[in-house]
């Protein structure tokens, strides 16, 4: 089990910035696949980015970036441009492999919230 804690929610306008941290207390960090999720208020969590141990990264919406950095066991995700609807929950996630299916991360945070102003 890896213990992730997510920081750097909080309030943007439109169009802004936000880097979100999910830190992991795991010393095998480097060995795991790791992605972001986001949950909006009534709708189905939906993946954000992954990343793998060696750096590749596998994200839909070219306005994220992912990264990691493997001695600080310490993932982000820069969200650049901001929508009202980026607006949600985020959760950071472990797993063995890099994919959009929740299903194979074993370790989740307890999420961060971004909220987008009009």
């Known amino acids: 089990q890896v213990l992730l804690v997510e920081s750097g929610g909080g309030l943007v306008q439109t169009g802004g910035s936000l880097r979100l941290s999910c830190a992991a207390s795991?010393?095998?960090?480097?060995?795991?696949?790791m992605a972001w999720f986001r949950r909006a208020p009534g709708k189905e969590r939906e993946f954000v980015a992954a990343?793998?141990?060696?750096g590749g990264t596998y994200l839909p919406d070219s306005r994220f970036t992912v990264s990691r950095d493997n001695a600080k066991n310490t993932v982000y995700l820069q969200m650049n441009s901001l929508k009202p609807e980026d607006a949600a929950v985020y959760y950071c996630?472990?797993?063995?492999?890099?994919?959009?299916?929740?299903?194979?991360?074993?370790?989740w945070g307890q999420g961060t919230q971004v909220t987008v102003s009009s």
């Open positions: 996630a472990a797993g063995p492999t890099v994919t959009s299916d929740e299903n194979q991360y074993f370790s």
């Open positions: 795991a010393r095998a960090f480097s060995n795991y696949a």
């Open positions: 990343i793998s141990p060696s």
